[in-house]
T-cell receptor, first 112, second 112 residues
């Protein structure tokens, strides 16, 4: 299973773009990269998933370089409500037999 | 509404008294999983199930049991709870061809 490394915490201000990078040096060929958001005392919520290059949805963008050894979650113009913990996961449920490993996550604090 | 439900949401019990935390999903998902979350340790997978009658150990299975007799239900059983099982527990489900997991609201368990 690919291990991920993220910054423990980040600070930002409202209206700024926030980029959170995740390192996954031993990612396998068939692994996907998935990001989740978690608010205190709530279950994680899926944000975005990608395999290579760039993926964008209404919430975030995910940038994956050609070597796929890292990925960057980009949150445009953050607000106070984006204060949460963000987790990067590497793998896929069915190509890893169901085992998933969440890293420590990045605690993002958005200030006014 | 598509959702994962857990019961109870809060539980205080004593050491050794068997308990069951129920988990149910209404999305016809094949995959279900249990996690525990502790401060500083992030989310750790306890058990998972790829389909009915198929279960497997995650990273921290000791002291827990599960069963998957129906597709929608995946109860977590603590035969003899101990204080070190005091934690926040999350159930999650996912469709077969997706890594997007849907999480329940969580069950906060305290074992005294």
């Amino acid at each position: 299973l690919a291990k991920t490394t993220q910054p423990i915490s980040m600070d930002s201000y409202e209206g700024q773009e926030v980029n959170i990078t995740c390192s996954h040096n031993n990612i396998a060929t068939n692994d996907y990269i998935t990001w989740y958001q978690q608010f205190p005392s709530q279950g994680p919520r899926f944000i975005i998933q990608g395999y290579k290059t760039k993926v964008t949805n209404e919430v975030a963008s995910l940038f994956i370089p050609a070597d796929r050894k890292s990925s960057t979650l980009s949150l445009p113009r953050v607000s106070l409500s984006d204060t949460a913990v963000y987790y990067c996961l590497v793998g896929g449920l069915y190509n890893q037999g169901g085992k998933l490993i969440f890293g420590q996550g990045t605690e993002l604090s958005v200030k006014p | 509404e598509a959702q994962v439900t857990q019961n109870p949401r809060y539980l205080i019990t004593v050491t050794g008294k068997k308990l069951t935390v129920t988990c149910s999903q209404n999305m016809n998902h094949e995959y279900m999983s249990w996690y525990r979350q502790d401060p500083g340790l992030g989310l750790r997978q306890i058990y998972y199930s790829m389909n009915v009658e198929v279960t497997d150990k995650g990273d921290v299975p000791e002291g827990y049991k599960v069963s998957r007799k129906e597709k929608r239900n995946f109860p977590l059983i603590l035969e003899s709870p101990s204080p070190n099982q005091t934690s926040l527990y999350f159930c999650a489900s996912s469709a077969r061809d997706s890594s997007e997991q849907y999480f329940g609201p969580g069950t906060r368990l305290t074992v005294t």
